[in-house]
T-cell receptor
Framework: DSGVTQTPKHLITATGQRVTLRCSPR?????VYWYQQSLDQGLQFLIH???????AKGNILERFSAQQFPDLHSELNLSSLELGDSALYFC??????????FGEGSRLTVL | GQQLNQSPQSMFIQEGEDVSMNCTSS?????WLWYKQEPGEGPVLLIA?????ELTSNGRLTAQFGITRKDSFLNISASIPSDVGIYFC?????????????FGKGTRLSVIA
């Protein structure tokens, strides 16, 4: 158990819909990262938050947005969903730049 | 962006065999990390390396931070069925601050009992 909690574990929705994925980082970690992993693909970095502020953006679509709240939990919002958005979405937290501790992921299926 | 070349992409080995996989880059990294991902799970940190030349073990796993700081390798000795999974290398660029880790595409390991 990494200490990072992600909900929901599985989500099935239709094209055009909007979903919110939630992440609670390890106790004491200020950094939260979001990654996308499509079938048989590596980990694609989406966005990084540190103590509530956005610090780095990767290949995140404009239809996607995220935020980190004062209690340090984070949410990833995916809107106008397309079939190609089906993937595993991982949240990771880190005590300092370098080591990431991943949650178990949220598997999104868009039908 | 930065890329890590991880090889091999996949390997099928007999139980009891030793395994070796590596990661190379054209860039220098300050930190190298190795993760393992099992089906339906998130990646789990296996070994972290912080100094060029560093050799670190974690049970049957041994990883080294290359002297040039542009590569790293992971060895698994006496493989067992539960070693099955995807192994990812990841690197932290110097002075990267908030830049996230760069990940390789993974080595998929299958162990035949």
């Amino acid at each position: 158990d990494s200490g990072v909690t992600q909900t929901p574990k599985h989500l099935i929705t239709a094209t055009g819909q909007r979903v919110t994925l939630r992440c609670s980082p390890r106790s004491g970690d200020l950094s939260v990262y979001w990654y996308q992993q499509s079938l048989d693909q590596g980990l694609q970095f989406l966005i990084h938050y540190y103590n509530g502020e956005e610090r780095a953006k990767g290949n995140i679509l404009e239809r996607f947005s995220a935020q980190q709240f004062p209690d340090l939990h984070s949410e990833l919002n995916l809107s106008s969903l397309e079939l190609g958005d089906s993937a595993l979405y991982f949240c990771a937290s880190s005590p300092y730049p370098g080591e990431l501790f991943f949650g178990e992921g949220s598997r999104l299926t868009v039908l | 962006g930065q890329q890590l070349n991880q090889s091999p992409q996949s390997m099928f080995i007999q139980e009891g065999e030793d395994v070796s996989m590596n990661c190379t880059s054209s860039s220098i990294f300050n930190t190298w990390l190795w993760y393992k991902q099992e089906p339906g799970e998130g990646p789990v940190l296996l070994i972290a390396l912080y100094k060029a030349g560093e050799l670190t073990s974690n049970g049957r796993l041994t990883a080294q931070f290359g002297i040039t700081r542009k590569d790293s390798f992971l060895n698994i000795s006496a493989s067992i069925p539960s070693d099955v999974g995807i192994y990812f290398c990841a690197g932290q660029l110097p002075n990267s601050g908030n830049t996230p880790l760069v990940f390789g595409k993974g080595t998929r390991l299958s162990v035949i009992a």
